[in-house]
């Protein structure tokens, strides 16, 4: 047995977890740079509140309807998580983090001594909301897909109250019937639009097909998914998470970048989190990209990347600084207001079994780099950093409705009065 845990419009819950003053309301919560909307709770959904429109065009219908609005607390929502994956993990045998809310969860020994599915589920639900304050939904299948459709039913479908099992036929179909097929995992809308054109509009329709003709038609994973829908399990979570190919850190400004000494700042400070990132996964990297750009909207659209090769790989945050200085100038044009910057490590290697060479020496600073990792940890990201990265922060991320780092920023810490 499977099961799918996530959070229920997880930003947007966690924004009400440390302030009971809007627990009751609607809230939505923006992208980066207070763009757009990226979470709506329950309550706002009732307002028929678009997801993913910007900002700016609603702002008016938000003030008229009292909706809170937030600007994306990272920082709190990575802690929230960890401590919602740490409950999770405790009611199975393995435990698979999916995405910041969502998590698989697969059932060996424990289906053994489980009776009732959704009993359990409630017992998750409860742990969950006692200790994190985070409201979540279950749902069980037997596949990882039919653990996805039974956690849509659970939030989604009515007659659900949180949790929904998939494990026979009659609950099978009475899910599935119910699901459009867009609402299969695995299934985006433009191939959804074509199994439509096929009389394929639900989830049902999608498992009574035959496996090896949809191979045929589509692909390997449309087969896998409706062997899946059909309770039989083809798709596993690796043992061991892959590392990553390629490490990039991009954002755009708050505000328009003009000068040199800001768009060098930036570009720093995107170097240090690509060098935090390769010590994180015990990588090093041949090659960066280094680029900057301004808006496409602007009369004359200007973008510039290079591509900068280290004699000897590195993760040292120290070095990949130095390299961008040298090639800033390249980089920078006057009078251009840059929307737009970023690093990426393009060629990685594993530290284990790195190729050296006679010739070249390594830069790296690995004892400084361990400290100043050791140190961010314990006391938050930032508390140390090159000193370029500092020059300016005028280039950061645009949060006007950004709420308080209750756990992660002492001067942020809740403060209960008693009388």
Not at 206 to 225: D, G, H, I
Not at 233 to 257: H, M, N, P
Request: aromatic share 10%; proline share 4%.
């Amino acid at each position: 047995m499977f099961a799918l845990v996530d959070a229920v419009a997880f930003y947007a819950s966690a924004e009400k977890v440390f302030d009971p003053s809007i627990r009751f309301k609607p809230v939505v919560v923006l992208t980066n740079n207070d763009g757009c909307i990226c979470a709506i709770c329950p309550i706002a959904r009732k307002l028929n509140i678009p997801k993913f429109q910007p900002y700016f065009k609603i702002k008016n219908y938000l003030e008229q309807h009292h909706v809170v609005v937030r600007s994306s607390n990272y920082e709190l929502y990575a802690d929230l998580s960890e401590r919602m994956m740490t409950v999770i993990n405790r009611f199975c045998d393995d435990h698979y983090v999916y995405s910041i809310d969502e998590s698989f969860l697969r059932f060996t020994g424990f289906s053994q001594i489980i009776d009732d599915w959704a009993d359990y589920g409630h017992i998750i639900r409860r742990a969950v909301w006692r200790e994190t304050g985070l409201p979540v939904g279950a749902g069980f299948g037997t596949t990882p897909t039919l653990a996805k459709a039974a956690n849509h039913a659970a939030k989604k479908l009515s007659g659900y109250n949180g949790v929904a099992v998939i494990n026979d036929e009659k609950s099978r179909k009475e899910i599935l019937m119910r699901m459009d097929v867009t609402d299969v995992w695995g299934i985006g809308s433009r191939l959804g639009k074509k199994l439509k054109l096929m009389e394929i509009k639900t989830a049902w329709d999608l498992a009574c097909q035959n496996p090896k003709t949809m191979r045929r038609m589509f692909s390997v994973v449309v087969e896998r998914t409706v062997s899946e829908l059909n309770g039989i399990a083809c798709l596993s979570w690796d043992e061991v998470k892959q590392d990553k190919k390629e490490i990039y850190s991009t954002r755009s400004f708050g505000k328009r970048v003009t000068d040199l000494t800001t768009l060098k700042s930036a570009l720093v400070t995107h170097g240090a989190i690509v060098g935090r990132k390769l010590r994180r996964q015990q990588s090093l990297t041949k090659r960066i990209v280094i680029f900057a750009a301004c808006s496409p909207h602007e009369d004359e659209h200007y973008k510039k990347s290079l591509l900068y090769e280290f004699p000897v790989p590195t993760s040292d945050s120290s070095v990949i600084a130095k390299a961008i200085s040298s090639v800033i100038d390249e980089i920078y044009k006057p009078n251009t207001r840059f929307y737009r910057c970023g690093i990426g490590a393009i060629e990685l290697e594993s530290e284990s079994f790195q190729q050296t060479d006679m010739f070249s020496v390594s830069e790296d600073k690995p004892k400084m780099m361990e400290c100043l990792d050791v140190i961010n940890k314990r006391y938050g990201v930032g508390t140390l950093s090159i000193a370029s990265e500092k020059l300016t922060q005028s280039w950061n991320m645009k949060r006007a409705f950004l709420s308080p780092h209750y756990t992660t920023r002492w001067t942020d810490i809740p403060i209960i009065k008693c009388n």
